[in-house]
């Protein structure tokens, strides 16, 4: 596995050779240049994030899922939304893929290691293993796209987006797992998002701690904002999942 | 505080660079609490050299915690547990009796291991070399009160001037990444108007540097800031950062 | 005086009364003319010729990484050697106070004239005039050189340097930054070496060290170096030498040096003929933490400026053990301040020095050994309050407090003097080049700057000026004569020669197999030197010395166990090479402190002292620097002087009270 992880990573080393690629492109290739591919497509899924939690949101306007129904469909049918949906796709490759090159590059870095070492001491848990957390996150993703993305858009799904939801929020292992991974979100958030600042060079001794408190407030924000859904529609809170199902 | 303890001491032993290298260990008893912890190694190689048997390498030289050539990571830590404290100026009263010491060299693809807990820096010299001064020759100064310099600005230069290049940062960065060291440099002649002229061609020379080097990529855990025997910041490594993203997007080649 | 007389039949001093065979090569005309003179005429070695010229650096220090550099720069192909993993872990890099220049921009009246008299005065008038006036006059140049390095030297608000006054003169004129000057200047010419390493012009071998000169026809042509990582020893050749290793103050064991620093260098020049100036001139600095037991490897220096709101103290009660806290102030003795009314806790370095060891060796001492006088700050923090104290002498109490377990702001400091700086070294010409042509000797390893004494703050002056400054112009007067000379080849039957001798020296060690370790006689010798070659030496004791370093020596030679193999990285043989020329070079200080039997600058001799039992100089005879010729392992040294003419500054008797 990891022997294919480093082909993969050898292949992206070619692309992004120094002397064949266009010298305006060279300061990516750098392990700063890595780290700026991270923090920009970073905070752009950020925003992405953002505006999937307002369409999240609309399920507590308990109208039988109507708004939050329309929302999808206006995210569906807009031609400038599909195209930015590439784009998002295409950020989240890069990410996870620029992520994988740099955990495999910094694993390189230490051949041989520590027989004792007391890391938790000097970091936290969370931003040493960013590379765990992502990872995890990506196959939630690919998950969360299967059974909500794929079976609208690709698998002719004829409930609508609103039912589909409800329906998966009710069973209690797909509800679990999506609020762990909305956990593991906001850990993963609340080190990349400062982290993007640092590495983008927007931090100074002053707004170190600005961008760590916003990050923290961002990732609460996000972490609560979308694991409450699912609470609220398993346990069927304000009439929530009723109110959709109809039942 | 009982004055004196009794320890042991986990220590990595390596012949030399291709040696595979094993841990061995040692029983120190009656180990003063006033000691350093080198002077505690020196009584241990003492005996062992008693004993016939090789003494343990180590690099030490002033043992005032300004040249930077000890190294040990102790029970975990580079530089052991105390914060702004390098190992020649960690003292025994902060072990406790019975404990087991691990200690270890600095681990890292860019510092191999020379002997036991000596380790090659040869690496930060070719950082250093890659821009890490003003080119400047020897009596072309002006006066140097010539060129006035805001002291908030003088003070943050000498904040990041005070490193002693131990690597400290790196063997304690999950990723052996060299940026405090490097960005400590960058950051103190950023900061001075005589580092001006070179500051972006400075920091894209030494950014190749240290990844030729082999050093890992900072992933912003803030573990070297915290072990940094001078305690630099890494608003610094914001800095270099700034001026790397500037100097890339503004240099011309 | 029989003693004296036995003496002098044992070792019958050739002394010299032609000064042939040294040529200090003062430039004429009046002193603030001369080195300007100098400079204009000195001979000059075209850019062309330059590049074909080597010139070995041993050291990186202050003095030897700004050499290394400025040469490069000038056009010479350089090679640069230390024992370190770097450069920049040389010693100069220990350096707290600061960095004298007479710039006067504290307005405050200083002058090249003034630094240059202090400078003399401070070293009690054994320096040599012409290259004090030089180290003044330079002295500013070397700040605009190093603010132009990116050095951040401490500013005021408006953004202008800052002064402050040091080491008891009166003016403000050192400049710093923060208690980390040293590191600061020595990192700002690391990065001039890196840069000239870089491009080339100066090949740097880290983790080298070198074990013995070669001359060729009576020139330094070369080194024989051991790669200390592989044990290989190596051959370099080149038109010149320069040595710039440092101070030898680690003869005495326990000092303020590095572990590494030593004196394996100079001393190998010494016995090719270099002469060596003033060997038991040793600066013992007052303000040190005290020794806490047998392990102690060093001593760790605390800043000098403590003694300006620190009061020091000792019970006036012989073995009083109480605690400080617990002995009522009129049972105190706070012995420098009536002593010294008028200087008080600043009196110098020597005086405070000596003055602790009287205290203690009348049994006041303090701590578990005895050996430690109190130095307190009780009334400094009542009368500016803990906030400043705090502001001024934070990171040393720190430092303190990491060391020692015990807060300073509460109880005592406990402080003793310790071995800092050694004034002695080879002895140089004006160009600083030693009596062997083409050797060149720079910073704390020459004799020449500071006299008997060297006031605070001017060591890095000194380093720094002999690197940027001096030796750039004065090499150029030896070089010019060697364009036509290639580089010697290192197969050369003198490079044959000494590096068999030092294979040889190194499996001697190897093969000694005895039961002691190496530290075991350096201590030794240690207790020794600082026992009867200290603070306060006499004929006696010096005499005892003699006969005891020649036992350490036998010793030595037949009983210390070196283990591991030489093909390898092995510390303990390092440490045995230079400890064996420790005991050499302790020896020849005893006989230096024999001689001069007058009491200078850090020289005591405790015949010769004032009623109220202070240093008294006589410079009727001995106005001299005492430059020791070597003349085999089983002869005298042989003493030549070099009078010292006092031109400008005339000598009067130093006095603190």
């Known amino acids: 596995m990891i022997r294919a992880f480093s082909k993969l990573n050898i292949t992206f080393a070619c692309v992004f050779n120094q002397e064949k690629m266009i010298t305006s492109l060279k300061m990516f290739y750098t392990s700063v240049g890595r780290k700026l591919i991270m923090a920009l497509t970073g905070l752009f899924l950020c925003v992405f994030l953002l505006e999937h939690l307002y369409g999240n949101l609309q399920l507590y306007k308990i109208d039988g899922g109507k708004a939050f129904n329309e929302y999808t469909e206006f995210m569906t049918g807009n031609m400038f939304i599909r195209a930015v949906e590439f784009i998002l796709f295409a950020g989240i490759l890069v990410h996870a893929l620029d992520g994988l090159m740099l955990t495999l590059a910094n694993r390189k870095a230490r051949p041989v290691r520590y027989a004792v070492s007391r890391q938790s001491q000097n970091s936290t848990w969370f931003s040493r293993n960013m590379g765990l957390t992502g990872s995890i996150l990506f196959v939630f993703f690919v998950i969360h796209l299967r059974e909500f993305f794929f079976a609208h858009r690709f698998g002719g799904a004829t409930e609508s987006m609103a039912a589909s939801v409800a329906n998966a929020f009710t069973t209690a292992w797909y509800a679990s797992l999506y609020i762990v991974a909305m956990i593991i979100l906001g850990f993963h958030l609340n080190h990349g998002f400062q982290s993007a600042f640092q590495t983008l060079g927007l931090s100074n001794h002053k707004y170190i701690k600005t961008w760590k408190c916003a990050g923290t407030v961002f990732a609460l924000i996000m972490m609560i904002g979308f694991a409450s859904v699912p609470v609220m529609l398993y346990f069927d809170f304000m009439g929530m999942s009723s109110n959709i199902l109809g039942k | ?253 | 005086m029989e003693c004296t007389s036995q003496f002098l039949r044992q070792h019958p001093y050739k002394n010299k009364k032609n000064m042939s065979k040294l040529n200090s090569r003062i430039p004429d005309g009046p002193l603030e003319a001369k080195w300007t003179k100098y400079k204009s005429t000195v001979r000059l070695v075209n850019p062309a010729n330059k590049r074909r010229i080597e010139v070995i650096v041993v050291g990186s220090g202050l003095a030897g990484a700004s050499a290394a550099a400025s040469l490069a720069e000038l056009g010479y192909s350089v090679k640069c050697f230390c024992f370190q993993d770097s450069p920049r872990r040389a010693h100069s890099i220990a350096a707290q106070g600061g960095i004298n220049a007479a710039k006067n921009y504290s307005n405050d009246g200083d002058s090249v004239f003034r630094l240059f008299y202090d400078t003399v005065k401070g070293g009690d008038y054994r320096a040599r005039e012409a290259n004090v006036y030089r180290l003044a006059e330079v002295s500013n140049a070397i700040i605009d050189q190093c603010v132009a390095q990116g050095v951040p030297f401490a500013r005021e608000y408006g953004g202008l340097l800052d002064n402050r006054s040091f080491g008891g003169v009166q003016v403000s004129r050192t400049f710093y930054a923060r208690g980390q000057t040293g590191q600061q200047l020595l990192l700002g010419a690391y990065s001039s070496l890196s840069r000239q390493i870089a491009k080339g012009n100066c090949q740097m071998y880290n983790r080298h060290e070198m074990l013995e000169l070669v001359t060729i026809d009576g020139k330094a042509r070369g080194i024989i170096s051991r790669d200390l990582v592989s044990g290989e020893i190596q051959r370099h050749s080149a038109h010149a030498v320069i040595l710039a290793t440092g101070g030898y103050g680690n003869v005495f064991f326990l000092s303020t040096n590095a572990m590494g620093s030593n004196a394996t260098a100079i001393w190998k020049a010494y016995k090719k003929g270099a002469f060596f100036g003033n060997p038991c001139f040793t600066q013992i600095h007052p303000t040190c933490i005290p020794v806490s037991g047998d392990y102690q490897s060093k001593l760790t220096l605390m800043s000098e400026s403590l003694r300006n709101d620190g009061r020091v103290w000792v019970p006036k009660a012989v073995g009083d053990k109480r605690k400080p806290e617990d002995i009522p102030e009129e049972e105190r003795d706070y012995y420098l301040e009536r002593r010294y009314p008028s200087f008080g806790n600043l009196v110098p370095r020597d005086v405070a020095s000596r003055a602790a060891k009287q205290v203690c060796d009348e049994g006041k001492g303090v701590g578990p050994s005895g050996l430690a006088v109190f130095l307190e700050f009780k009334d400094s923090i009542k009368r500016l309050g803990l906030d400043v104290i705090k502001e001024r002498y934070g990171n040393l109490f720190e430092m303190y407090e990491k060391i020692t377990g015990e807060d300073p702001y509460h109880t005592p400091m406990r402080i003793y003097p310790a071995v800092h700086y050694t004034m002695g070294g080879l002895w140089v010409d004006y160009n600083l080049m030693t009596t062997v042509p083409g050797l060149y000797a720079l910073g704390e390893c020459n004799f020449s700057d500071h006299g008997a004494n060297r006031l605070g703050a001017s060591a890095l002056m000194q380093g720094l000026a002999d690197g940027y400054f001096v030796i750039p112009y004065t090499i150029g007067d030896f070089l010019a004569d060697e364009i036509r000379n290639p580089v010697p080849p290192t197969t050369h039957a003198e490079f044959d020669k000494a590096e068999k001798e030092v294979k040889d020296k190194i499996d001697r060690l190897m093969n000694i197999k005895g039961k002691q370790t190496v530290d075991d006689l350096h201590k030794k010798l240690g207790k020794v030197m600082w026992e009867y070659c200290g603070m306060g030496r006499n004929e006696p004791g010096l005499l005892k010395a003699r006969t005891l370093i020649k036992e350490i020596k036998e010793e030595f030679w037949k009983d210390i166990r070196i283990p591991g193999s030489k093909d390898e990285f092995n510390t303990e043989l390092e440490k045995a090479g230079r400890v064996a020329d420790f005991i050499e070079l302790g020896a020849l200080m005893v006989e230096d402190a024999l001689l001069r039997k007058e009491s200078c600058g850090g020289h005591f001799r405790e015949e010769s002292q004032t009623e109220e039992g202070e240093a008294k100089r006589d410079d009727v005879n001995f106005s001299f620097v005492a430059a020791w010729e070597y003349a085999g392992d089983n002869s005298a040294p042989v003493l030549n002087k070099e009078e010292l003419k006092f031109d400008v500054v005339h000598p009067t008797q130093r006095s603190y009270k």
């Open chain 2, 1 to 253: 505080m009982s004055e004196t303890i009794n320890v042991k001491l986990k220590i990595w032993r390596q012949k030399n660079t291709s040696d595979k290298g094993r841990f061995e260990l040692y029983d120190m008893p009656g180990v003063s609490t006033h000691m350093s912890f080198l002077e505690m190694m020196d009584v241990l190689n003492d005996r062992l050299v008693r004993e016939g048997k090789d003494p343990v390498a180590f690099d030490h030289d002033c043992r005032e915690g300004i040249c930077g050539m000890c190294s040990m990571y102790i029970n975990g830590r580079a530089h052991g547990l105390l914060k702004g404290t390098t190992t020649c100026q960690l003292h025994m009263r902060h072990f406790e009796n019975g404990e087991t010491i691990t200690i270890e060299p600095w681990r890292a693809e860019a510092f191999p291991v020379i002997k036991d807990l000596a380790v090659d820096r040869t690496a930060f010299e070719k950082i250093m070399q890659a821009g890490g001064y003003v080119s400047m020759n020897t009596g072309n100064a002006v006066d140097g009160n010539a060129l006035p310099i805001e002291k908030v600005k003088a003070d943050e230069a000498m904040d990041a001037a005070s490193c002693i290049g131990c690597g400290a940062c790196v063997a304690s960065c999950k990723n052996a990444s060299a940026m405090l060291f490097m960005s400590a440099k960058v950051s103190q002649l950023a900061l001075l108007p005589q580092g001006e002229p070179e500051r972006y061609v400075r920091v894209l020379k030494m950014m190749e540097a240290h990844d030729e080097a082999g050093f890992g990529s900072c992933t912003n855990t803030g573990a070297c800031e915290s072990e940094c025997p001078k305690e630099i910041s890494i608003a610094h490594i914001a800095r270099f950062n700034r001026d790397y993203l500037t100097a890339s997007v503004v240099s011309e080649k």
